[in-house]
């Protein structure tokens, strides 16, 4: 049996003991945007991985899930994990229906083990452009995947730095399947919502078939408040991305937790506190029966009545 290997120094682990959230998800609510971190005795992490976690179980992701009121989940390969999909299949395969999984897949990914990943509830693959947590993404190798997934009507979530995208955007727009941006394209919040980075971003959603994930404020945050202690009006230097998202393309965006919120060095979030952030950025109850429900619905379970 491998040895434990211990967590990254300074690694902050999940906030244990969430606070009961003041805002009511709607029924139906999808959490679009969340990961397990093995545990590492039964899924061990990926040899060429970039960080060592907490374990983070789909036991304590579905107490999560019930606590703050979410219906279905969508589990999102982490890149600890590798392109080895076990541990994410294995919460999608407990949950009863209750959750769909991204996956990471290599090139010569056969139409068999597509299909089974597809059978297992799987629905999009993740390509991670974030230099820091991965080697280089070769665009040959990601065209190739795309092109193998695209007949299963799967999406690709795309993950990436704001500064980046003008260099990226020209390969995104090429992709043969829907695409799905996390984390609103990670904008500078310290730049203007209506400066020239934010509105090349939501150009690129407006000229593309693009879902927009307005999730992780607490990862895009420069000047807070954290939502801790309390804080009901948490992360106000991000609100207003979110908000203009929403409002721009109210049928195109998801949210999602990202619990246990990978690689945060600053602070580990209250998710009820996160939960409270919601009504900031989607302002009416249109906006927020969209958001939460209608929305990953129609991409995730199509065909069932949100």
């Known amino acids: 049996m491998s040895t434990l290997q211990p967590k990254t120094p300074g690694w902050l682990d999940w906030y244990d003991g969430p606070s009961e959230p003041a805002f009511r998800l709607p029924d139906g609510t999808v959490d679009a945007h969340c990961h397990v971190f093995g545990p590492q005795a039964e899924f061990p992490f990926a040899p060429e991985r970039k960080y060592t976690p907490c374990d983070a179980s789909k036991d304590q992701l579905f107490a999560l899930r019930d606590h703050l009121g979410v219906s279905r989940n969508v589990i999102v390969q982490a890149t600890c994990h590798g392109a080895d999909n076990s541990a994410m299949l294995d919460a999608v395969r407990a949950s009863g229906g209750r959750a769909r999984g991204v996956a990471t897949v290599r090139p010569d990914v056969t139409e068999s083990e597509l299909r089974e990943l597809h059978e297992a509830g799987v629905r999009g693959v993740r390509f991670n452009f974030v230099k820091r947590l991965v080697d280089a993404s070769p665009k040959d190798n990601l065209g190739t995947i795309a092109a193998k997934i695209a007949p299963l009507g799967w999406h690709i979530v795309l993950y990436f730095e704001a500064a980046d995208l003008e260099e990226l955007e020209g390969f995104f727009g090429s992709l043969p399947a829907p695409l799905?941006?996390?984390?609103?394209?990670?904008?500078?919040?310290?730049?203007?919502?209506?400066?020239?980075?934010?509105?090349?971003?939501?150009?690129?959603?407006?000229?593309?078939?693009?879902?927009?994930?307005?999730?992780?404020p607490e990862r895009l945050t420069v000047t807070g408040p954290p939502a801790l202690n309390g804080e009901r009006h948490a992360y106000t230097d991000v609100v207003p991305f979110a908000r203009r998202v929403v409002s721009e393309f109210p049928d195109q965006v998801l949210w999602g937790s990202d619990w246990p919120h990978p690689n945060l060095k600053n602070h580990m979030?209250?998710?009820?506190?996160?939960?409270?952030?919601?009504?900031q950025v989607a302002v009416t109850a249109e906006q927020r029966q969209k958001l939460l429900v209608a929305n990953p619905t129609r991409l995730y379970w199509p065909g069932e009545t949100a």
């Open 180 to 216: 799905v941006v996390d984390h609103m394209g990670r904008p500078d919040v310290t730049q203007p919502v209506e400066g020239p980075e934010f509105t090349r971003f939501l150009r690129f959603v407006d000229r593309n078939d693009v879902w927009v994930k307005v999730s992780c």
């Open 269 to 279: 979030p209250d998710d009820g506190l996160l939960v409270d952030y919601v009504p």
